[in-house]
């Protein structure tokens, strides 16, 4: 199984997942500065996503939406805040409105990804920091834990298939 711990901190107001991969460091962090390959798993199965922009630099935006199974499009946004390749990025996330831009009531969570050489491959830590209770909670109730579970399961076949 790809996620080998996925930890809820209410007191810290984080939700961390650790995954590890029979790829090198380089080859999983393509899964994030290629849009097409963010696109193969970035979000649940059901819920594929689709980038329309994807400026892959500190301060370049990316803008998304993932497409539901009846049609609906649930839209996001992030901004990339820091790189260091091939170990860490961090970005800011948050819902977009109808227009692809980040919407006005809503505040954004922090990301930071980190990426370390293990024996057989690459371990990948993803930190989702809120900034409140309650938009831990909202997220929560949205199904953020499950729904980040069944998109990382989707890398093992991306990098089987691509090498």
Do not use: C
């Not at 711990?5 to 590890?20: E, K, M, R």
């Not at 227009?99 to 293990?118: F, H, I, N, Q, W």
């Not at 409140?132 to 199904?143: A, F, N, R």
Request: proline residues 6%; negative net charge.
């Amino acid at each position: 199984m790809t996620v080998v711990s996925s930890h809820v901190d209410a007191q810290n107001l984080t939700l961390t997942f650790v995954a590890q991969f029979e790829a090198d460091v380089e080859r999983v962090w393509r899964v994030w500065e290629d849009p097409r390959q963010l696109e193969r798993w970035w979000g649940p199965p059901t819920w594929p996503a689709t980038f329309e922009r994807h400026e892959f630099r500190v301060g370049g935006s990316s803008r998304y939406h993932m497409t539901g199974p009846d049609g609906e499009k649930a839209r996001g946004w992030w901004t990339i805040t820091a790189i260091d390749a091939p170990h860490r990025l961090e970005f800011d996330d948050g819902f977009a409105g109808d227009d692809g831009e980040p919407a006005p009531d809503s505040e954004p969570t922090r990301a930071v990804v980190t990426l370390e050489e293990v024996e057989g491959g690459t371990r990948m830590t993803v930190v989702t920091t809120f900034v409140s209770p309650e938009q831990l909670d909202q997220m929560m109730g949205m199904g953020m834990l499950e729904g980040m579970t069944l998109a990382l399961g989707q890398l093992d076949a991306l990098f089987a298939e691509q090498g």
